[in-house]
């Protein structure tokens, strides 16, 4: 029985593993702003943010952008300079999407 119930969740594991390197996989919006608020906050960008997080007191903390997209693309910064390159487009695009994966495997522990 058990051997059965394994080979369900190293399907789905394998289905998850998929999404992260899929291009079509569908985010919410709130992941989109976040890839930017880091982007705009780690490089310095000229990007017109989202209203949510412009003024003297944005209505949107900053703690979700830095915990879902800043902390993965700093590690991969950090990564490809440890092998003495930069990081490529490709690993940040799926860095985010790996902690995504990672919490949500954690989660079936």
């Given at each position: 029985?058990?051997?059965?119930?394994?080979?369900?969740?190293?399907?789905?594991?394998?289905?998850?593993?998929?999404?992260?390197?899929?291009?079509?996989?569908?985010?919410?919006?709130?992941?989109?702003?976040?890839?930017?608020?880091?982007?705009?906050?780690?490089?310095?960008?000229?990007?017109?943010?989202?209203?949510?997080?412009?003024?003297?007191?944005?209505?949107?903390?900053?703690?979700?952008?830095?915990?879902s997209a800043?902390?993965?693309?700093?590690?991969?910064?950090?990564?490809?300079?440890?092998?003495?390159?930069?990081?490529?487009?490709?690993?940040?695009?799926?860095?985010?999407?790996?902690?995504?994966?990672?919490l949500s495997?954690?989660?079936?522990?």
């Amino acid at each position: 029985m058990f051997e059965d119930v394994r080979a369900w969740y190293a399907g789905a594991a394998a289905l998850r593993m998929a999404m992260v390197f899929s291009p079509g996989y569908v985010h919410p919006d709130e992941f989109f702003q976040a890839q930017e608020v880091a982007a705009v906050r780690m490089h310095s960008l000229g990007v017109d943010l989202a209203w949510e997080f412009k003024g003297a007191a944005p209505c949107r903390a900053g703690i979700v952008p830095y915990l879902s997209a800043e902390l993965p693309y700093r590690a991969a910064t950090a990564a490809a300079a440890w092998i003495g390159c930069s990081p490529p487009a490709w690993l940040m695009l799926v860095a985010p999407r790996l902690l995504a994966l990672a919490l949500s495997l954690l989660v079936d522990v």
